[in-house]
């Protein structure tokens, strides 16, 4: 039976995920917390591993109950900083700045929607079986470890391999997580967090050639081509209509297709 597998939400975008049993939604149809804080640079981009590959030396964890972000540095320096609090954010900003050493940063919060990086659109899903034929195209390549490279929210099992390409395109289904409905919008483009040990930051040889490889060989037959502009994709971004924004998801719910579009 296909059933939501995992919950993972990204507290502070470029940061560490937090596994969920369960949560409710923002308005803007997002998972509520994910993304809720963000590094801003001066110029207004938001800082994540895009910006430093250092990101992937922290070790984080987050509480959602208090908001209390715990950081540990490679040196094993430990600071905790209490995010709701303003005068928390701006503390924590200026020890980010100086860990990165970089421009000045502005720690925000966004609780309508997160600051995901496509505003129009909702949460990223994969299911366990892409996860672990992912894993599999590299040596010493574990599931874990791609579930943390490639960051999606929701965790779908029961369901083949690239389950997830198949709710984009024209007459593309769409599923329901218990009773939240998704709908998918676009293949999820890849950059080169992906490449990077999550705890090291250091790149897979050839990540990019070789997932690009195996990808165009495993393409499904059910996806629709003409919805993927390369093989360079690996995850659903969704979108959850806003008639479903007051629902909640949960680990186990369970998930069906909707083929009547």
Known sequence: MAAVEGLRIYPVKGLDGIDLETTDLTPGGTLAGDREFALITADGTRFNGKQ??????????????????????????????????EAERDRAATWFEDFFETEPLD???????????????????????????????????????????????????????????????????????????????????????????????ESLAEFRTRFIQKRRETFPEWADGDAFDHYFTMMLIARIPEQFRDGTISVGDRVSVDDSN
């Open 107 to 201: 720690l925000r919060r966004d609780t309508e929607q997160g600051f995901v990086d496509r505003t129009s659109m909702g949460p990223s899903v994969i299911s366990t079986a892409t996860l672990e034929t992912v894993a599999g195209w590299f040596d010493d390549l574990t599931v874990e470890s791609a579930r943390r490279r490639l960051r999606a929210n929701v965790e779908i099992s029961g369901v083949p391999a690239f389950w997830e390409d198949r709710f984009v395109g024209e007459g593309a289904p769409t599923f329901e997580a218990g009773s939240v409905r998704f709908e998918g919008v676009t293949p999820c483009a890849r950059c080169a967090i992906p490449a990077r040990d999550p705890d090291t930051g």
């Open 52 to 85: 430093s590959a250092r990101i992937h030396e922290l070790s984080t964890d987050f509480d959602p109950a208090s908001g209390a972000l715990s950081v540990e540095t490679p040196a094993g320096e430990a600071v905790a900083f209490t995010l709701p609090e």
